[in-house]
């Protein structure tokens, strides 16, 4: 969905869209209800799925950085994107934009591998294992970290939808999916101390991955834009009321 030309004044996250026909469940990034704050998005026209994971396709370098600035203009203060391939225009999008920008949910790969224990190390669920390469990790410095990668590509629901692009969607089949893939991870990785979601579809089945793995920490692009949303707003947020109470909290 496009904006209207008129800036908002209300402070708003905006989200950098890829060109989709699936459905946006809650807890998707492309579904407003997601968040207990304002959002807005931009789509980028003809940025398949198929064109960002599998092809890298860098000619679209420049229609997100339109749209990200199509987005500035309106207002918002920060900028996400709707899918963690994105980590690979990293930094040429920080650099274009003026704006934070949060381009993909592994920049929080650095913050996962930070509260964890020395020789534990970072698990990482992607759509799609073999387009995740050294140069998409590097773009957000983490090319160095000891991670583990496992994909999604065997999982028939997760694959049919979000990467060839079918226009229905089966929660419960693909919930289950994330769950033998998580199980997959943990029984594998006995030193898997945290794990991140790369895909920004992959929300809405994050509990059921906690759940899987133990209770491990578990990182996607939701948490990211609330901190995002969290950071973004505490420059303006006002805490002049509290000038005004005791220390019980109550007026004086």
């Known amino acids: 969905m496009d904006l209207k030309n008129n800036r908002s004044t209300t402070p708003f996250i905006g989200i950098i869209m890829l060109d989709t026909v699936f459905p946006r469940i809650k807890g998707d990034i492309g579904n407003p209800a997601t968040f207990d704050f304002p959002v807005k998005y931009k789509i980028v026209k003809g940025a398949s799925p198929e064109r960002v994971v599998l092809q890298a396709d860098k000619s679209l370098l420049q229609p997100f950085v339109a749209a990200g600035r199509s987005l500035i203009r309106d207002g918002a203060f920060a900028l996400a994107t709707s899918c963690g391939f994105l980590a690979l225009f990293h930094r040429e999008l920080t650099q274009a934009l003026d704006v934070p920008?949060?381009?993909?949910?592994?920049?929080?790969?650095?913050?996962?591998?930070?509260?964890?224990?020395?020789?534990?190390?970072t698990g990482i669920i992607t759509a799609r294992k073999r387009s995740l390469t050294r140069d998409h990790l590097a773009a957000v410095g983490i090319e160095h970290y000891p991670l583990t990668i496992v994909g999604m590509e065997e999982a028939e629901e997760f694959t049919s939808v979000f990467i060839q692009g079918k226009s229905t969607l089966d929660a419960d089949k693909c919930r289950q999916e994330m769950k033998e893939t998580a199980l997959a991870l943990k029984a594998s990785n006995p030193d898997l101390g945290a794990i991140v979601l790369e895909c920004t579809n992959m929300p809405p089945y994050t509990q059921t991955v906690h759940r899987a793995t133990g209770?491990?920490?578990?990182?996607?692009?939701?948490?990211?834009?609330?901190?995002?949303?969290?950071?973004?707003m505490a420059v303006s947020q006002d805490y002049s009321v509290c000038n005004n109470l005791d220390n019980s909290g109550k007026g004086v």
Do not use: C, E
């Open 101 to 121: 920008i949060y381009s993909s949910s592994l920049l929080q790969v650095h913050f996962a591998q930070s509260i964890i224990k020395k020789g534990q190390k």
């Open 215 to 232: 209770g491990l920490p578990v990182f996607d692009v939701v948490t990211m834009v609330n901190y995002a949303h969290s950071a973004g």
